[in-house]
């Protein structure tokens, strides 16, 4: 399938990554957004060019594209689908919401053309939002969840699915009931819980935030994106991520339980904290590494670095002087000091290495 024209409807993160990675391709875009300024922005970007649904002249059809993607939140993906429909917007459709189910049952309801449209969701994003936080590489080895129905004809299909690939995404087919499911489990109920531990920070003192550290701060990370979006998805994904919600509220009541009966000098109470620790681990481990497949095990340099220009780029000039791949790396900053530690993941082997090469060199490393 050859995508030489792609519309995009809706000009926020995912929507304007989209673009952005389809315009390296190659590909021809056109933007649209309720909001001028958002297209206007996401236009500046380098996304696309403006479409204009009226066309250049009263009563012209507009230009007719080979696919639409549909970057609206959950409830507007069926009404903007029929519209686009009833204009003959393009050949094929599909959305990027977070939500699979509900917006299809929705577009039929309404009586949108299902042999042309592709249910479709990407598995990346941030904690940030709007045109200006989108990147080119957003998608760049992320699974992207394709969607077809009974209905779908094999050609929307493979629109959408070459339009995953050119994205630099890796398509994974799946029912839109599966992927609800899923997405509660490792992307919806994790930002509420999320929430729920960043809300206990809100009332903090400030002695306890003058103690926060780096786990603080991965575990609360997603909870800074934006409310109003987020209540959009949980919505239509209501009853699964109850579900899981659930149960992590199940587990940490029986947490809560043991530690009161510890405190009371019941020892035994910790067998139930301990195995609740170790499923967690059991958990963490399952967590798919970056090129699929169980996590491998890393080795971590540490080593600290100055908070100026430059110092991030010195530290990985030297691993590639050595031939070390950086495979990850996190940065701690000390609060009230002008310098932070980071930590370097590497192979196992090549983890001496580096260290040598550091020190050689000057670096200071813990």
């Known amino acids: 399938m050859d995508l030489r024209t792609v519309l995009v409807v809706g000009t926020g993160l995912i929507g304007t990554s989209t673009a952005l990675a389809l315009r390296k391709r190659g590909v021809r875009v056109l933007l649209a957004d309720r909001d001028p300024g958002a297209v206007r922005l996401a236009r500046e970007l ?6 204009f649904p009226e066309g250049e002249q009263a009563g012209e ?15 507007h993906v069926a009404t903007e689908l029929l519209a686009l429909q009833r204009i003959g917007a393009a050949r094929f459709y599909t959305d990027v919401a977070s939500v699979k189910a509900e917006p299809i049952h929705r577009a039929a309801q309404l009586g949108c053309d299902l042999t042309s449209y592709v249910a479709s969701h990407p598995l990346a994003g941030r904690e ?13 080895g992320r699974p992207w969840a394709l969607c077809p129905t009974d209905e779908s004809d094999p050609e929307a299909r493979a629109a959408v699915l070459r339009m995953i690939e050119l994205c630099g ?25 999320a929430s729920a531990v960043a809300a206990r920070l809100a009332d903090a003192t400030d002695v306890a935030l003058g103690l926060a550290g780096q786990g ?22 209501a009853s699964p991520v109850a579900e899981v919600l659930e149960a992590v509220a199940s587990d940490l009541a029986d947490a809560a339980n043991a530690l009161r009966a510890l405190a009371e000098g019941d020892g035994t109470a910790t067998d139930e904290i301990t195995q609740l620790l170790k499923r967690g681990v059991a958990g963490h481990d399952r967590i798919p590494g970056k090129h699929g497949g169980p996590a491998p095990a890393y080795a971590v340099v540490q080593v600290f670095v100055g908070d100026r220009p430059g ?5 990985f000039q030297v691993c590639d002087e050595v031939g070390v791949n950086v495979e990850d790396v996190r940065l701690e900053h000390a609060p009230g000091l002008p310098l932070g530690i980071a930590e370097v993941s590497v192979e196992p082997d090549a983890a001496v290495t580096l260290t040598k090469a550091l020190h050689e060199r000057g670096w200071q490393v813990p």
């Open 169 to 193: 995404a890796n398509p994974v087919e799946v029912t839109a009931v599966d992927h609800d499911r899923a997405v509660a489990v490792v992307s919806h109920a994790p930002h509420v819980a």
């Open 46 to 51: 380098g996304a696309g060019e403006e479409w």
């Open 311 to 315: 110092q991030l780029a010195r530290l």
């Open 61 to 75: 059809r507009p230009e007719r594209a080979d696919l639409a993607i549909i970057a609206v939140p959950p409830a």
């Open 216 to 237: 603080v701060r991965d575990v609360t990370r997603i909870a800074g994106s934006d409310p109003g979006l987020w209540l959009g998805i949980l919505q239509g994904n």
């Open 128 to 140: 940030k939002s709007g045109p200006g936080a989108a990147r080119e590489d957003l998608f760049l």
